[in-house]
Structures are given as structure tokens and as C-alpha cells.
């Protein structure tokens, strides 16, 4: 009995050592995760701030030191280049390792090694669309630049060195719930976080709903439901700008397209949010003189926060702005002479084609009248607690097969089978340089050499100087196309449908110094119908751009809380547009006391979605109701995925043709009229909205039904932010949703000495035990900026800097 009992006191520990030491599932092991010297309890900052610190880095060529302000933004001063991104390396990796970590382990289909089975689709999806294969193809464009390849190693290393110094109670704290290590980082990192951008802003395709589309419809209702350019448009570059330039031969329309288009014989909807807004007003609109700059880039919101705000300083360079943790340089910002900025183009580079292959084994498709050989690429997931998992992805000269069989995952759902993926994120590119010479910028020439280096995601690169100049360019490496090449899925078989070169980047739409004395974009065409060259058929709704074009337009003396001000405007020209065409429709005799209440509140609504404003979520989804009564009957089928038409559409068809025989309901025997429509789901949004929220109050406000939030990046409970209670809407210039809105506001006033305001909603640091982990979000939320604190030397302090870190060799 003695001996059983010995034997369970020495079982017992060991296999409760084994539970507590092991990850269940998404349990972290509890032992370590608990454990007071290497668990999560080392992650827990304190609110006091070490003012000194020597760092011995035997990797640095020089001296460097590091100035973080009272926000923890590092402001970098080295003598060489090298130093400057080595620093910026090591100094992003002390804030956002494992945000670095997760996002480029996420782009290369990489998620699988660190949380199991549950992610191998995701995985599958990352490779076979070209993630990894495209991040290879532009690491080579980088390295063969010897400045870019200066960047990328300078900062790798410095990331490394940074891990190297890391012991187990350093990790940061995702680590140890998900328990697993850093791995040394490489440079096909840098590349993978350049191509994750691009699948955010350019991966988004229509062309297997709009085939599918055509092929039940036919070509007459397909051009005008889904017409090549908007009923109301208010474009980038202003209507009547003239073309200084001759430009090349249009690629001709092959005969089967036009065909096609005629008889109708053939053989994941881009979702509104993922935006921006950008603007720059001359001096001669402004109350210093000099031109005011501003910037706030759309984006899914998360916390660790998407940028990372750095100021830059080596000789030739002293630059401030926000980078992407993860890529050296700075994205957007400013130096002594120049500011620029960015919004998503949303540039027709991605299209399918329509693949016929010899047989099953798919060694062999047909092209140019005869069979090619396709290539193999063998993609070995690890997966975590199992086997690694094989998949052979066939290449064309197209791109990747991406799929033969359809799996159950929504990413999926606009990839059409048997299809070969043509996207400008597959060519080799060196973006880096785009971001190395405005860094350093000094004037437009430096702006415009700059962007002949930047190939995707297509930007529209906003600029102004302090030589008085403003600018806007669409901008990207643009495929040459004849119009509406992409709008379909295209034949594989055909020369014809290849890509025919690019559009010469001194071609990219451009306008300097405009008469109106501004420029700005908010994703709307580009240009009018006047410019030679196809970029895209669709852009995002023009009311945010046309609220923006208004509003500078009726200004002047204007100063950086005038932009301020702009940046936060959530007056909704779609529903002015809409509303006075439906309201009249209600009849007001047949509704309940809730319903007229409602109808009431919306009646005499300001049409601006403020955080109170009851009358903003009645019409929200009153709008999001009666769109779907119009389109969904007609255009929604789980075995042939389609999608709506525009909104810009649908208001013509209400504001142009209410007797349209769009608005009947097809699978009812009824001819239902708009009348009908826009009865039914007016009852609808107000039994809704009463359902869920009770009688019309309080909890029908805004703000309340939006629900705003900043999530965790790895939407890991209790790390994301509380709701926040604010306005804005995805169709106003201040485009707030659930957790999608401006990651970055930016006003910068140009002058003798630039001033910059800026904020995102998050922190520095990616530490949710840190005081800078998400700090600066009650300050978004209210849309107020910070001054961006721009040293000019190392002794330029005013008091702001709170600690200091002296980098040396020994």
C-alpha cells in the first residue's frame, strides 16, 4: 500500500507538471503563462520611465542616440544610414515584435505553426494566392538596389539584435499565450509586410460575380446596372485638366470580347471602409501663406495599432511620420521642406483567367494555339501538434492556379475554380525607394522621382512644399489594357487578354498647383472620361470626396484646426441625396407610435452622424433595408455568387426611374413597386431597432448602434480597447464603422519651420501591460491631434523627452 502510495505522489506532480506545461487548444500552458519570473506578470510596465540607458550594440558603425517624448516616440539620431535604419529595427522590435512577428507570419500563410489545425485554410489561401511567391519576386527588386539593400539588412539586424537580447520574461505576453518563440527575422519579412498591404487595398475582386452576372443577365442589363462610370462623380483630378502628353497605342478590344459583350455568350465583393482621405491647400487659401498638408489612411483598426510614429534624423535626412512595423522608412509624413500622403487608388491589377488544360494531370495548358508546360510550386505548411501538409500550387505564365476545388472559407468566395491569378503583386518591385527619396524629399522633382519606383498598392500620393506647390497622383505601375480588360473573368488562351505592358509613370494621372487651389482624393475615379487610359471601371462612392472638394472650395484663411475640423466632418451627402426621394413615400397614416416617432426623428434629421443622433441609425439601416429588398431577390444565390449594383445605381434608378422593374421583388407573385420597398423596410429598420434596443431613446443613438471599437490585432479577449461612444459613418469624410475608421490623422502646416499634429487610436507600445499601449485613443476619439514634437538636433528637448537611449559600438 506504501509503494502504490509513493508511486501517486510521484505520478500525480508529474502529470500535473505535463497538464500546466502543455498548450490545450487556445489554452496557454498555465504554469508558464502563470509563472511570476517568466510569465505574464513580467509584462506589466511601470508608469515611471528610466531616463538614461547605455546600450553596447557591436552591429552599430557609430554613435546613436534615441529621444523618446512624453507619447514614447523614438526620435533617432545616427551619423549614416546604416545607424538610422538599424536603430529603427531594433527600436520597432522593443515596441512591436510580435505584432511584426503575427502580421508576416500571417501574409506567408504561416499562421498554422503557431495555433494548429484551425488555420490551415488560411494558410492554403495566403499561398496559393502568390503571397509568398510575390514578397520573393520584390525581395529581388530590393536587393539588387544597393540603398534599398542597405535598408532591409540594416533593419533586419537590428531587429535581431534586439531578439538576441530578449530573455524568456521579455516576450511579449501574445507569446506566451500562444506559446511559442520569435524566430530571428529575415528580410523576405520586410517584403511580406509590403505585400500584406497590397492584398489589403488591392486583393478585393468582382470579376467572378460580374462573369457570373453576365452570364445570367446578359449584356445589355449588365451594362446598365454596372455602368463604366458613375451617374455622380466628383473625381481626383479635376474634370477639364489637360493631358500633357502623347500617349501610347491602346492595346485593341479582342473580336470575342466585343462579342461577348454583345450576345451575352461566355464560357468577396470589395467591401466600402477600406479608404482614406487626403488633402493640400496652397497658401494662397491658408491663413500662414504656405500650403497645409493632411492625411487620414482607412484601415481595419486593431491594437498593437497598425503605424508606429518615428522621427529620423541622419545627415542628408531628418524626417517624422508614421511607419509600418515591420518595413524601414516612413510611409507617411513630413520633413523641413516637404509633407505627402496616401489614399487607395483601387486600380483594376488583379484578374483571372480562365485556364483550358490538356488533362487532370495539369502539366500542359493551351495558349497561343498551343499547349504549354505549367510549373509546380510545392508549398509545405507546418502545423502545429500535427504533420506538415503539402500543397502543389500549378503556376501559368499568368500566376497561380488558386484553386480546382472550392473549400468552405469565405476568403474563397470571389476566386473563381480553374482560374490563373494575374496580380501586380506578383512583379518585382522596390517600394522602399518610393519612401527613401520623399523621406529626403525637398521639392516637386523629388516627389515625382520618388514615385516612378513605387509599384503596388496603387496609391494617389498626395504632396505640398514649402516652396508653395501641391500635388496629387494617382500612382502605381499601372497595367497598359484595353477598356475593361478585367471587368470579366478573361480567356487564358488568348495573346489578346495578356497584360500589354504598362502605362509610363509620367503618364499617371497628375495635377500641380490646380486653379481651385487644392487637391484631394477620397477613392473616387481618378479622372473624368477624358484620360486616355483604362486603370479601373468602379472606385469607391464619390460623397466623401465631393463633402471634401465643397467644403475647401467655401474655404479660406484656413489653419490646421480648419483641417482638423474637415478631418472629423460626418455630414452624409448620400443621405441628402436619397432621403428626399423616400421620405415623401412613407405613408405616415399606417404606422405604430414607435414607427412615427421614428419617421419623425428622421424627417427632421441634421444628416450628419453625430454619436447622438438617433436619426442617423434609423436611416443607416433603412438604407441598408431598402437596398436589400431592391437586390437581393434578384442577385443573391448560393450556388452563383454575385453582387449588388453601386450604390451610386440605385440612387439613379430612385432619383430617375421610380417606376423601374428593378424594385419588383421576382420571387413573390405581386408586382411590387418602390412605394412598396421603402414601406416595408422603413417597418422593418424601426421593429429592428426596437427589438433589439426597446423603446426609441438612449440606446437608439448612433454612436450606441455603431458600437466602435479598436479590437486586438489577434482578436485576443480583454486586450482591445472599450467602446468607444463617437460619430462617423463609412459615407462621411470622418469614416468611422464598427472597427474600421482613420488609422492615422495628419495635418502638417508647411513654412519656415514645418508644424505637425497628428494621432492614431492605440499607443507606441504593443504591450497591454504598458501606460503607452493605448493612450492616445481617448484623444482620437474625441478628434483632437497631438503636436508632433520635430527635433531639429539633439538638443532641440523643450522638455518633452522623458528618456534617452545612448547606442554604441563599446
Known sequence: MNKIKALICIIIPIILAYLLNTKFGDTPPLLKFLNPFTGFWQNAESTTVNKNHNIVLKNAKDKIDIYFDDRMIPHVFAQNDHDLYYAQGYITAMHRLWQMDFQTRFAAGRISEVVGKKAIELDRYQRRMGMLYGAENSLKGMMADPKAKEMIMAYTQGINDYIKSLKDSDLPVEYKLLDFKPEPWQPIKCALLLKQMSAVLAMGSDEFYMTNILNKF??????????????????????GTKWNFKPLPIPQTPKSFTEMMTTGIITKQKEEGIGSNNWAVSGTKTASGFPILANDPHL??????????????????????????????????????????????AADVLDFYQIKFKDETHKNYWYNNQWKNTTERIERIKVRGTKDELDTVIYTHHGPVVYFQKPVFSKADNVPTGNALRWIAHEESNELMTFYYLNRGKNYDDYRKALTYFTAPAQNFIFASADNDIAITPNGKFPLKWKNQGKFILDGTDPAYDWHGWIPSDQNPTVKNPPRNFVSSANQSSTDTTYPY?????????????????RLAAMNKINADSMRNLQMDSYSIFAENLLPYILPLVNSSSLNATQKEAFNTVKNWNKFFNAHEIGASVFDLWAKRLFFEIWDNKFTDPKVPMRYPSRDRTIELIQKDSNSKWFDNVKTTKKETLNDLVNQSFIFTCDSLQRKNGPIGKDWEWAKIKDSHVPHLAKIPGFGSKTLLIGGSKSTVDALGESNGPSWRMVVELGKKPKGHGVYPGGQSGNPGSPFYDNMIDTWAEGKLYDLFFMQSPDDQSGKIISHYKISKK
Open 218 to 239: 446578359g449584356p445589355d442589363v449588365t451594362k446598365d446596372l454596372f455602368p463604366d462610370y458613375p451617374f455622380k462623380e466628383d473625381p481626383i483630378i479635376p474634370v
Open 300 to 345: 481595419d483598426l486593431s491594437l498593437p495599432s497598425i503605424w508606429y510614429q518615428i522621427q529620423l534624423h541622419a545627415p542628408g535626412v531628418n524626417t517624422y511620420g508614421v511607419s509600418l512595423p515591420g518595413a524601414p522608412g516612413i510611409i507617411i509624413g513630413f520633413n523641413n521642406q516637404i509633407a505627402w500622403g496616401v489614399t487607395n487608388v
Open 534 to 550: 483604362y486603370i479601373n471601371w468602379e472606385f469607391s462612392p464619390y460623397e466623401r470626396g465631393k463633402r471634401i472638394n465643397d
